[in-house]
């Protein structure tokens, strides 16, 4: 299978900066889109932002503008900078890959990583 280990999260206060990492390893074929997405408690579980494979993103209208999704297909990492964060933002953020394994049928399969928190302090 796939493990994805989340780094990064934090406390900060309002207006701060973080930048989360999550590393994907395992018998990788291949890795497509990979996204962050968060749960704030009480709340569902949302998207953040996703990046495929060939660079295309796609951001939740809440974060527009101030986080910012980038990968390292290379190292098998998706990277999230939060910019401008807002005591809104806290929330535990995890990542999610879809892949292929390199045994077996080349299906598309999805792991989701444990999560980081990051709150974010008014």
């Known amino acids: 299978q796939v493990q994805l280990v989340e780094s990064g999260g934090g406390l900060v206060q309002a207006g701060g900066s973080l930048r989360l990492s999550c590393a994907a390893s395992g018998s990788i074929f291949s890795l497509n889109t990979m996204g962050w997405y968060r749960q704030a408690p009480g709340k569902q579980r949302e998207l953040v932002a996703t990046?495929?494979?060939?660079?295309?993103?796609s951001y939740a209208d809440s974060v527009n503008g101030r986080f910012t999704i980038s990968r390292d297909n290379a190292k098998n990492t998706v990277y999230l900078q939060m910019n401008s964060l807002k005591p809104q933002d806290t929330a535990v953020y995890y990542c999610?890959?879809?892949?292929?394994?390199?045994?077996?049928?080349?299906?598309?399969?999805?792991?989701w990583g444990h999560g980081t928190q990051v709150t974010v302090s008014s």
């Open positions: 999610n890959a879809e892949f292929q394994l390199r045994i077996g049928p080349k299906i598309d399969l999805s792991s």
């Open positions: 990046m495929t494979r060939g660079g295309s993103t």
